[in-house]
């Protein structure tokens, strides 16, 4: 895999009447401001403010959707030297984590098969003649609509508390075990999660038949 060359980053902007008057993927871009942190800066002073402004968005009660959550960790401790008990109690949701919940056999293994997921062939195409920033903004406007279908998907099936309490609590701890070079079998995790999902299941089944 390819190292990371930055982390993008989108936050809601302020309503305003030139956002309402859009619709569409058009209209979910301008209600975002986009930044991004380069990873290859060598100014010390530039990457001492990426550290702080990443470590304190990563550490704030802001919900946060990150695809790919445990790479965007792994990079984070490996580039800044973060302490690894640091990232423990950060919070976020992961698309890509969801998705191999509700489909342990063909999990996505990238945004565009969780959007495929999800809307099959009704989903809106990215203008692949964009260049990659427009595709990057294209995507990260499309994070948030996914996780909240995600959500309820997960909910329907009974899977949210183990999603949000389980799986995703792992992340930064996955994480920080591959920073150590502490190898996981991914296969051995997929028949652990199924087992969870069965031992759940089965705890809400004995929890509605108690009094």
Avoid at 35 to 63: A, G, I, W
Wanted: glycine share 4%; with cysteine.
């Amino acid at each position: 895999m390819p190292s990371a060359v930055g982390i993008a980053v989108a936050f809601p902007r302020p309503s305003s009447g030139a956002v309402q008057a859009c619709s569409g993927q058009a209209k979910r871009i301008r209600q975002l401001q986009f930044m991004m942190f380069p990873l290859n800066m060598e100014e010390q002073d530039y990457t001492t403010y990426c550290r702080e402004m990443l470590t304190q968005l990563m550490t704030s009660k802001v919900s946060k959707v990150c695809l790919d959550a445990q790479e965007l960790i792994l990079t984070m401790i490996s580039h800044f030297s973060l302490d690894i008990t640091s990232v423990y109690n950060w919070s976020m949701v992961d698309p890509k984590v969801a998705g191999w919940l509700l489909n342990p056999d063909h999990p996505p293994n990238t945004f565009t098969e969780v959007v495929k997921m999800l809307w099959k062939d009704n989903h809106q195409e990215c203008d692949q003649d964009a260049d990659a920033t427009t595709l990057l903004c294209q995507d990260l406007s499309q994070l948030l609509d996914a996780m909240e279908l995600l959500r309820r998907r997960l909910m329907d099936c009974d899977l949210l508390d183990l999603y949000l309490n389980v799986e995703m609590k792992l992340t930064p701890i996955l994480a920080g075990m591959e920073y150590h070079g502490i190898c996981v079998d991914p296969q051995r995790l997929i028949n652990m999660g199924d087992i969870l999902k069965v031992c759940y299941i089965i705890s809400i089944m004995f929890n509605s038949h108690t009094i």
